[in-house]
């Protein structure tokens, strides 16, 4: 079953996602990777406003391809969420309810979106020019420097995602693979 | 006889590999994918293949990089002996980097410093390694490699102790502990021997390897197979989801080493592992 998700989200909606199930998102969506991450952090640490707002919005970890003339954007699949593992629990703290990227996620992380009711949804990995088809449109928002790195607001429409952590900390990870393993034991 | 090459014939021929080996999969890469969607039997699983399958196609339908991640550049240059170059070699290296990924739309994800961290723009420089061989040609070889896989590789020194066991452990360890961060299906290029920085090589130099060809060597063909096997019996699965499917395929090279040691490297590489050739 296909459980339709519109941004901004509301934390309510997110109790009802377990593991393993399959959203589709529609909706304003903020990309943000390492450097972005970065220099949230350095804006938060000076008690500065992000760009862009924290509250029920969807943080997509990505660096798209250019666009095409005539064309939104390229290529946009998620690249590994490990990697913002050292600044997602305080985001979510601030409330940040939703992460989109791709592989698992560090237990302080895992606790942070059990503390704050949030989610942690799977986009699928290297499949970047069928993930780019679901933006509707795209733009710049800040850092423009950071190339590839700049904060983008993206629209999408049905964007195919896994929840992959639940607001409970069921972790398709860990549970994907178990279950296989027992299937074939 | 020696055989003259212009600097400018290079730029076009690594543009053109840059552009085509992000938009179009070897053919070996996508039979086994395909094979992998048919044979995997967890249900999930084979979804997702079938997704990635998918994903191949239209992105050679509308010229679209299959992934965002448009990779470092890793180019591999087999220059003749017989080859006189008019012009900078490096810098039409760098030239044909340049235009590859301006031209081809691909993204710039190089920085000009580990730690200051300033993107070049251009994707420059590539990561470039030449070896000279006899003849009067220069065969080149784009590999854009993605560093969500490039993160979870490895080397270690191993003790001559440790032998194929110790091998096998650690090229094991590796996969396993990568889990769903490089993009299973994975394929693995393992390096054994030479010095600390030629297993690395040699790892990097498995990738380049065809999947439908095993190792000349009986001994290593078979350790191959063995290890294939044994990643694909992990249950991680295609994004770490679960099911069959870790590794696509598992290719090991070999050199001679010290007497003292046992350097073994494991590169791994995602579901989109690409490469593209073509001989001037």
């Known amino acids: 079953?296909?459980?339709?998700?519109?941004?901004?989200?509301?934390?309510?909606?997110?109790?009802?996602?377990?593991?393993?199930?399959?959203?589709?998102?529609?909706?304003p969506v903020y990309t943000a990777r390492d450097a972005a991450h970065k220099r949230m952090m350095e804006l938060l640490d000076r008690g500065e406003a992000l760009p862009f707002p924290l509250e029920g919005s969807v943080l997509y970890y990505v660096g798209p391809t250019p666009e095409a003339p005539g064309q939104v954007i390229g290529s946009a699949g998620p690249t590994t969420s490990g990697r913002m593992d050292a600044y997602s629990p305080r985001l979510l703290d601030l409330g940040q309810p939703v992460m989109v990227?791709?592989?698992?996620?560090?237990?302080?992380?895992?606790?942070?979106?059990?503390r704050n009711g949030a989610v942690y949804l799977a986009a699928m990995g290297g499949a970047g020019a069928l993930m780019g088809a679901c933006v509707k449109s795209a733009?710049?928002?800040?850092?423009?420097?950071?190339?590839?790195?700049?904060v983008r607001l993206l629209e999408v429409a049905d964007m195919p995602l896994i929840v992959a952590i639940d607001s409970r900390g069921g972790n398709l990870y860990e549970s994907g693979p178990a279950a296989y393993l027992e299937s074939v034991r | 006889m020696i055989r003259t090459l212009q600097a400018g014939e290079i730029s076009a021929a690594v543009a053109?590999?840059?552009?085509?080996?992000?938009?179009?999969?070897?053919?070996?890469?996508?039979?086994?994918?395909?094979?992998?969607?048919?044979?995997?039997?967890?249900?999930?699983?084979?979804?997702?293949?079938?997704?990635?399958?998918?994903?191949?196609?239209?992105?050679?339908?509308?010229?679209?990089?299959?992934?965002?991640?448009?990779?470092?550049?890793?180019?591999?240059?087999?220059?003749?002996?017989?080859?006189?170059?008019?012009?900078?070699?490096?810098?039409?290296?760098?030239?044909?980097?340049?235009?590859?990924?301006?031209?081809?739309?691909?993204?710039?994800?190089?920085?000009?410093?580990?730690?200051?961290?300033?993107?070049?723009?251009?994707?420059?420089?590539?990561?470039?390694?030449?070896?000279?061989?006899?003849?009067?040609r220069l065969r080149l070889t784009v590999v854009p490699k993605g560093f969500g896989s490039e993160n979870m590789s490895a080397l270690k020194m191993l003790k001559p102790a440790d032998g194929a066991e110790g091998v096998k452990r650690f090229?094991?360890?590796?996969?396993?502990?990568?889990g769903a961060n490089p993009c299973p299906p994975v394929v693995v290029g393992v390096g054994i021997g030479g010095t600390f920085d030629k297993a690395?090589?040699?790892?990097?130099?498995?990738?380049?390897?065809?999947?439908?060809?095993?190792?000349?060597?009986?001994?290593?063909?078979?350790?191959?197979?063995?290890?294939?096997?044994?990643?694909?019996?992990?249950?991680?699965?295609?994004?770490?989801?679960?099911?069959?499917?870790?590794?696509?395929?598992?290719?090991?090279?070999?050199?001679?080493?010290?007497?003292?040691?046992?350097?073994?490297?494991?590169?791994?590489?995602?579901?989109?592992?690409?490469?593209?050739?073509?001989?001037?």
């Open chain 2, 16 to 136: 053109e590999l840059c552009v085509r080996a992000n938009r179009e999969l070897p053919e070996d890469i996508v039979r086994a994918m395909e094979q992998a969607a048919r044979e995997e039997p967890w249900p999930t699983a084979k979804g997702i293949l079938d997704t990635l399958c998918g994903n191949i196609g239209a992105a050679k339908e509308r010229c679209l990089p299959i992934c965002q991640d448009t990779g470092l550049a890793c180019v591999f240059a087999e220059l003749g002996q017989d080859v006189h170059i008019e012009g900078d070699f490096n810098a039409a290296v760098n030239e044909g980097v340049r235009r590859g990924y301006e031209e081809g739309l691909l993204r710039k994800s190089v920085v000009a410093d580990p730690l200051r961290r300033v993107n070049t723009g251009d994707n420059t420089p590539a990561a470039l390694t030449v070896e000279l061989v006899p003849g009067d």
């Open chain 1, 139 to 150: 733009r710049v928002i800040c850092w423009e420097d950071l190339g590839c790195e700049a």
């Open chain 2, 200 to 280: 690395a090589l040699l790892a990097k130099h498995a990738l380049l390897r065809p999947l439908d060809r095993p190792n000349p060597d009986p001994y290593y063909a078979a350790l191959e197979r063995e290890l294939l096997e044994a990643i694909n019996a992990l249950g991680t699965g295609p994004q770490g989801f679960g099911g069959r499917t870790t590794a696509l395929g598992l290719a090991i090279e070999t050199m001679p080493t010290h007497v003292a040691g046992l350097p073994v490297a494991v590169n791994i590489s995602c579901h989109v592992t690409r490469r593209a050739s073509l001989v001037l």
């Open chain 1, 1 to 27: 079953m296909e459980i339709k998700l519109k941004s901004p989200v509301k934390k309510e909606e997110l109790a009802a996602l377990k593991a393993g199930d399959r959203v589709l998102l529609s909706g």
């Open chain 2, 171 to 178: 090229v094991l360890d590796t996969v396993r502990s990568a």
């Open chain 1, 101 to 114: 990227g791709k592989g698992n996620r560090s237990r302080a992380v895992v606790e942070a979106i059990v």
